[in-house]
């Protein structure tokens, strides 16, 4: 354990204004629950992997995220064609493979 640091960070911490301190602490509980959050997530995953007996999904999850990413971008460029002017829609990318 590093000792001075640890005195030098209270040092720090008792010399933050009342105001600083509740952003600190505040910033502290946001990665307390990211690190439960990620805890959860990780649970659920495992659930699911045991409720499906560890069989991949089908088609794979890299290939339904892609395939929901091209549709989003082709609802995008039929809603905003001027921010899409020069780009390729993913038809016209699959008709060129």
Not at 8 to 18: E, K, R, T
Not at 70 to 90: H, I, N, W, Y
């Amino acid at each position: 354990m590093n000792i001075n640091l640890v005195n030098s960070l209270f040092q720090v911490i008792q010399s933050l204004s009342q105001e600083e301190r509740a952003l600190l602490q505040e910033k502290m509980k946001k990665q307390e629950d990211w690190q439960t959050l990620r805890k959860q997530i990780v649970k659920l995953g495992e659930e699911i992997n045991t409720y499906r007996q560890e069989k991949p999904f089908c088609p794979p999850v890299d290939e339904i995220i892609h395939q929901l990413r091209e549709e989003r971008d082709e609802q995008m460029s039929a809603c905003f064609p001027e921010l899409f002017v020069g780009t390729k829609s993913a038809r016209e990318r699959q008709a060129n493979v």
